[in-house]
């Protein structure tokens, strides 16, 4: 049995272990943890670029890897706790924005100024107990190679948006978004597709979104 499943397996040893690794009521690892363990544990890609001033929230459990030339700008957060956060090359996380995992994003996608994006919901089926004392419901977020996503746009657990997406400044993602396409609103919605035939971006009609 792996050391890992050892501690996951005996609730003692895992709660001394989340001791010394996470504050109490304070979910974010000791420094300790930042100097001396996430450098080894994590990967960073040649010419990857971290802000000082942003908060870089992960955790050993969880992979948090960051491909070459890939920028987190000024006061992003960056959360692994509840799953995998994986940057692709050439990725940019806009100022201010947060990415909570599970979240991949692919080679040449990015965030505009304070955008959300999770891969997780509390929650909340047990209604005699707060939220966050529920477990979480783990769902991954991924934003393929190439999309980019407007400021201040959310993007909810669960979502995939497809390759060479734009998403519209100040949209909420609720669904799935096809590869080529424009999004925009709450919940976003697709008006333009690209062609391949003609080189063109097309607007949809309604009975295009109904095969989406």
Excluded at 84 to 100: F, K, M
Aim: proline share 5%.
């Amino acid at each position: 049995m792996k050391l890992k499943d050892k501690i996951k397996s005996n609730p003692k040893l895992k709660q001394l272990v989340l001791r010394a690794i996470v504050p109490k009521r304070n979910p974010k690892p000791r420094l300790w943890v930042k100097w001396f363990l996430n450098p080894f544990k994590h990967k960073k890609g040649k010419g990857a670029l971290i802000r000082r001033n942003s908060r870089i929230d992960v955790f050993p459990w969880n992979r948090f890897e960051i491909g070459s030339l890939t920028t987190i700008e000024s006061f992003c957060t960056i959360a692994n706790g509840a799953g995998d956060v994986i940057l692709g090359n050439n990725v940019r996380v806009g100022i201010g924005s947060v990415v909570i995992g599970p979240v991949v994003m692919g080679n040449g996608s990015g965030l505009g100024q304070h955008v959300f994006v999770s891969g997780f919901n509390h929650g909340y089926e047990d209604a005699s107990q707060n939220s966050s004392q529920q477990a979480l419901v783990i769902r991954p977020t991924v934003i393929e190679e190439d999309a980019h996503i407007g400021a201040n746009s959310v993007i909810l657990a669960g979502v995939t948006i497809g390759k060479r997406c734009q998403i519209g400044a100040g949209s909420v993602v609720t669904k799935d978004i096809p590869p080529y396409s424009i999004a925009v609103g709450n919940p976003a919605k697709v008006i333009k597709q690209f062609n391949h035939l003609t080189g063109t971006w097309d607007k949809v009609t309604k009975k295009d979104l109904s095969l989406i």
